[in-house]
């Protein structure tokens, strides 16, 4: 369990992960702050349906991709956590439903 | 608004050619995928205060007052931008927030940095594994450390981060040096070399000492490893010495050295050559780290390994051959002003190979052994897939993609390409070199087609 050796940054971001509230420092990233929370599995693999996490924490293994605010595939390292924000394990691979097309 | 000239990536070669070429007046773009510059090394540091230079050392510290120079001065400077690719005609496309821009200066510098060299044992997928600098980079950014972590592999940065996870107060399970005994002797032949930079020897010895009198259980002479677990690590079992030991952590952060990232100056398709030292590619680069490409310069890690300050050296070396060519500066000059960087880098790369050879990963840790073991982490991979596939007669990394995918998830390649080639040089006696990588193409980030749709382009014709 990772925990906080410095803990100096405000914590005003809350955001929703799978119905659980986490709170994340300022400025630091969905997966800083889920592997904070105690979680370590971030997703489920498209080929043989394997629990992953984050691995590079710099946006090269792409292992943490995650559906953010209904966006699959986002890289939990790379996306600064804000409050508000919906986050959910991706689930297998990302389907492309007509909801996401934007009718403008 | 036109640009001069344009930098990939805020770490310490980004930064220090930005701070070169905005000091002799050229308009600079500097674009980096972080929310804060830094890159890996000097991550987070301008949030850095007493607590962080107490645990993370004065050699972060030092990324400070770069990062202050690099604000004070007039750079146009854009975090969170995730540059897709550059072209032969130095078109750099990029997006930041959901926009995509396409923009052109006469010249582009790659300071792309480098990337933890792929580690493919048995179970290294699993939740809860984790590269070392990746704990590293945890620490830097949000103050977290992980109690009674297992440390395996070998190179300076898991003993740097082990270090500093003591220094921290923190547990260590085990550190398990996977570093060859094999490697010495050809590695004493360096050491003249390395000994002008004896203060850095000193420092490795100074770090494994404190870790030794902290009581931290050290394994050595360790021929094979795997990470326990089903669906999550649960320990490493290593073979150590020639019996199997368990070690249990929910945490096993693993390094064996760093490796050029390649993918955006391989994309942009510059000439690149095998380094057999570092066991890497790297761009070709002229005195003035100029690459093959008119206009592209490649400066710090992403040309090739020599650590921090050397990636500061180049990148003012990179700075100064761009206002050259661009006619900012006159040669005179030019040459003048890159002594001092020229002397840095040749002093900051004389222990380099001492090190790479000292910590050469062995063949075992960089081929897996285990067949089950993963290869391509994207499209889950073992060893045997991809061995098996090699056998039907296949003669290179891209025949490999059409046959099983290897290589095509959404890392690109980045975590398995240095393997697969390896593999296929093992199993059909060719060199790494001749073998040669992964074609790769922009863009070398996921790119949005609504993106790519609302693609805005700055021409300023």
Redesign the interface.
């Known amino acids: 369990m990772f925990k906080r050796v410095i803990d100096e940054t405000a914590s005003d971001v809350v955001f929703d992960f799978e119905g659980t509230e986490v709170t994340a420092r300022n400025g630091e990233s969905v997966a800083a702050a889920l592997l904070g929370a105690g979680v370590l599995s971030f997703r489920q693999t498209p080929v043989k349906d394997r629990a992953r996490g984050p691995f590079c924490m710099m946006g090269v293994c792409f292992d943490c991709l995650m559906v953010i605010d209904g966006q699959p595939n986002r890289q939990a390292c790379q996306v600064r956590a804000a409050s508000g924000m919906k986050v959910a394990r991706q689930i297998g691979a990302a389907e492309l439903t007509l909801d996401q097309a934007d009718p403008a | 608004m036109s640009f001069d000239i344009i930098i990939i990536g805020a770490g310490p070669a980004g930064m220090s050619a930005a701070i070169t070429a905005s000091d002799s007046g050229a308009k600079v773009l500097l674009l980096d995928?972080q929310?804060?510059p830094g890159g890996?090394i000097y991550r987070a540091i301008e949030?850095a205060?007493d607590?962080?230079a107490n645990?993370l050392g004065p050699d972060y510290m030092a990324g400070k007052p770069l990062a202050e120079k690099m604000r004070a001065l007039n750079i146009e400077y854009v975090s969170?931008a995730?540059v897709w690719q550059v072209t032969d005609e130095r078109e750099v496309g990029y997006s930041t927030g959901g926009q995509a821009r396409l923009v052109t200066a006469p010249a582009v510098i790659l300071a792309t940095g480098a990337?933890?060299r792929p580690f493919p044992i048995k179970g290294w997928?699993?939740?809860?594994?984790?590269?070392a600098?990746?704990a590293q980079?945890?620490?830097k950014?949000?103050?977290?450390?992980?109690?009674g972590a297992i440390f395996a592999g070998c190179g300076p940065l898991l003993y740097l981060v082990a270090h500093q996870y003591l220094q921290?107060?923190?547990t260590i399970s085990a550190i398990v040096d996977t570093t060859a005994k094999a490697n010495r002797i050809p590695a004493l032949s360096h050491l003249p070399g390395a000994l002008k930079r004896w203060d850095l020897l000193l420092k490795g010895q100074k770090w494994q000492s404190e870790i030794r009198k902290s009581g931290t259980r050290i394994i050595d002479d360790v021929s094979a490893l795997r990470v326990l677990g089903e669906?999550?690590a649960e320990g490493l079992s290593v073979n150590t010495a020639g019996a199997w030991l368990d070690i249990k952590s929910?945490?096993v952060f693993l390094h064996q050295g760093v490796v050029p990232?390649v993918n955006l100056s391989f994309a942009a398709g510059l000439d690149h050559s095998w380094d057999e030292r570092q066991l890497c590619w790297r761009p070709d680069t002229d005195t003035w780290c100029g690459a093959s490409i008119d206009g592209i310069f490649v400066a710090g890690d992403g040309g090739g390994i020599g650590g921090g300050l050397a990636a500061r050296a180049e990148g003012e070396i990179a700075a100064l051959g761009a206002l050259g060519k661009l006619g900012l500066i006159d040669t005179t000059t030019r040459d003048a002003r890159a002594k001092s960087a020229r002397a840095t880098l040749s002093r900051e790369l004389c222990i380099r190979p001492f090190l790479d050879t000292w910590f050469r990963p062995s063949d075992s840790f960089r081929v897996p052994i285990d067949d089950d073991a993963i290869i391509c982490?994207?499209?889950?991979l073992s060893l045997k897939d991809i061995r098996d596939t090699i056998e039907i007669g296949l003669v290179g990394p891209n025949q490999l993609k059409s046959f099983c995918r290897a290589g095509m998830?959404?890392?690109q390649g980045?975590?398995c390409g240095l393997t697969v080639q390896e593999l296929i040089a093992k199993q059909t006696k060719r060199t790494a070199a001749d073998v040669g990588y992964y074609r790769l193409r922009p863009p070398i980030k996921?790119l949005r087609l609504?993106e790519l749709a609302n693609l805005q382009i700055d021409d300023d014709t």
């Open positions: 995928d929310p804060t890996q949030a205060g607590k962080q645990i969170d995730s990337m933890e997928t699993l939740p809860g594994v984790m590269m600098g990746a980079t945890m620490l950014t949000s103050g977290l450390a992980a109690e921290a107060g923190v669906t999550k929910e945490h990232n982490r994207c499209e889950e998830g959404p890392c980045r975590f996921p609504e």
